[in-house]
């Protein structure tokens, strides 16, 4: 493995770094962030799944402590080798950040407004897999300290589907059709007019979104091995 290399945002950023209650040094505003404001974006050596597990054996360490993050299916961003001042905002059951990619680059943005000397901190949200049990809780421990905090650091876990009876089923399948067929008309109906502007969100640094970019939303982005400090 190679020594890590700082490579510093080349825009300004709104936040400074310094020690964090949450986990070693922590990243905090230093002017009010808007809500849906880019705020950096996360960088990291790109390697394939399979280096990162050669990389780093979660089993192996006292205290899960990695700097992975999943781009698509076969890349992840290891901030461990290369990084910038991404790398160090901590995870938190109650974010008011969140990391989303954008043309396979990982951007962090305000879930909400935020005010000068408030820490950012996004959802880690690392994946869950078949395999892991109730000792995982443990190598995956949160310590972020919010009054909804689940323990963890791992994604929440998903509900079972509900079972539903076969005349159930039918009568639900009828009327979500119908549904989706006036949910369709209602966005025909509602497109802005050529020439017009598409509503903005928020006053965000990523410039006005087109109507279809508003539609399909940056999907997020897949916590996998991480742990900030």
């Known amino acids: 493995m190679t020594s890590p290399t700082f490579s510093p945002s080349p825009k300004p950023i709104p936040f400074e770094l310094r020690p964090s209650s949450i986990q070693g040094t922590g990243a905090f505003a230093t002017r009010r962030i808007l809500k849906g404001e880019r705020i950096i974006e996360y960088i990291g050596e790109r390697?394939?799944?399979?280096?990162?597990?050669?990389?780093?054996?979660?089993?192996?360490?006292?205290?899960?402590?990695?700097?992975?993050?999943?781009?698509?299916?076969?890349?992840?961003?290891?901030?461990?080798t290369l990084h910038n001042e991404s790398r160090y905002i901590n995870h938190s059951c109650e974010p008011n950040c969140e990391a989303l990619i954008d043309k396979k680059r990982i951007y962090v943005f305000a879930l909400r407004t935020l005010e000068?000397?408030?820490?950012?901190?996004?959802?880690?949200?690392?994946?869950?897999?078949?395999?892991?049990?109730?000792?995982?809780?443990?190598l995956y421990m949160c310590r972020c300290g919010a009054a909804k905090c689940?323990?963890?650091?791992?994604?929440?876990?998903?509900?079972?589907?509900?079972?539903?009876?076969?005349?159930?089923?039918?009568?639900?399948?009828?009327?979500?059709?119908?549904?989706?067929?006036?949910?369709?008309?209602?966005?025909?109906?509602?497109?802005?007019?050529?020439?017009?502007?598409?509503?903005?969100?928020?006053?965000?640094?990523?410039?006005?979104?087109?109507t279809s970019k508003v539609t399909k939303r940056k999907k997020p982005a897949a916590g996998r091995k991480r742990l900030a400090g």
């Open 150 to 210: 689940r323990g963890t650091i791992l994604a929440p876990e998903k509900p079972a589907p509900r079972k539903r009876s076969t005349k159930s089923t039918k009568s639900k399948t009828k009327k979500v059709t119908r549904e989706k067929k006036s949910a369709s008309k209602s966005r025909s109906v509602s497109k802005p007019a050529k020439g017009s502007k598409s509503p903005k969100r928020g006053k965000s640094t990523k410039g006005t979104p087109s």
């Open 47 to 80: 390697i394939t799944q399979a280096e990162a597990d050669r990389r780093y054996d979660d089993e192996a360490m006292e205290r899960h402590h990695t700097f992975l993050f999943n781009l698509d299916s076969k890349t992840v961003l290891d901030a461990g």
């Open 116 to 138: 000068a000397g408030e820490e950012l901190v996004y959802d880690y949200a690392y994946e869950r897999t078949e395999d892991m049990g109730p000792e995982s809780v443990d």
